[in-house]
């Protein structure tokens, strides 16, 4: 869909006088791809990475490598897309050797990893990880969700001056 909304903006008066940010997949665009959508005026993509270590993505289920998040983003930047990854840190079950293994290859693409963003877990009530969150190593306060919902997130102060969250 982000290609052909690309094509149908390359084609259209906006180019030149609208820029441009997606939520892209790694999993989804070709060199192709982000040669038309810088043409069409997107500016930076943000990727929903989660980690870059292989077993925590197998774990997440989310279908890629640490290899192709790399090379997605290497092409991305290529062609003059600025990227942003999204990370969770740390996912329930990580280990200290996957979240040093995160951090050194986020060392490693810089130069095609533009920025960083970095998320505590989010468990939702549909998702695995909500549903079953003891397989998961995943302890909930008992009033987590109605705390939840009104949780005030500060993005402003450093999370040492959030709330503690209630999981």
């Given at each position: 869909?982000?290609?052909?909304?690309?094509?149908?903006?390359?084609?259209?008066?906006?180019?030149?006088?609208?820029?441009?940010?997606?939520?892209?997949?790694?999993?989804?665009?070709?060199?192709?791809?982000?040669?038309?959508?810088?043409?069409?005026?997107?500016?930076?993509?943000?990727?929903?990475?989660?980690?870059?270590?292989?077993?925590?993505?197998?774990?997440?289920?989310?279908?890629?490598?640490?290899?192709?998040?790399?090379?997605?983003?290497?092409r991305a930047h290529a062609a003059g897309i600025r990227t942003v990854g999204s990370f969770i840190f740390p996912t329930p079950?990580?280990?200290?050797?996957?979240?040093?293994?995160?951090?050194?290859?986020?060392?490693?693409?810089?130069?095609?990893?533009?920025?960083?963003?970095?998320?505590?877990?989010?468990?939702?009530?549909?998702?695995?990880?909500?549903?079953?969150?003891?397989?998961?190593?995943?302890?909930?306060?008992?009033?987590?969700?109605?705390?939840?919902?009104?949780?005030?997130?500060?993005?402003?102060?450093?999370?040492?001056?959030?709330?503690p969250y209630p999981l």
């Amino acid at each position: 869909a982000l290609t052909e909304l690309a094509e149908a903006l390359a084609a259209s008066d906006l180019v030149g006088k609208v820029f441009f940010c997606a939520f892209s997949r790694v999993d989804s665009n070709g060199q192709e791809d982000f040669e038309l959508l810088k043409r069409a005026g997107f500016i930076s993509l943000f990727f929903g990475i989660e980690s870059l270590a292989d077993e925590v993505l197998l774990s997440l289920s989310k279908g890629i490598t640490v290899s192709e998040a790399g090379d997605t983003l290497k092409r991305a930047h290529a062609a003059g897309i600025r990227t942003v990854g999204s990370f969770i840190f740390p996912t329930p079950r990580e280990t200290e050797k996957s979240m040093a293994l995160t951090l050194e290859r986020i060392r490693e693409l810089r130069g095609s990893l533009d920025s960083a963003l970095v998320l505590a877990a989010g468990v939702y009530p549909p998702t695995p990880w909500g549903q079953d969150p003891e397989k998961y190593g995943i302890k909930l306060d008992e009033d987590y969700l109605d705390r939840v919902i009104i949780y005030p997130v500060k993005y402003m102060l450093p999370l040492r001056e959030w709330p503690p969250y209630p999981l």
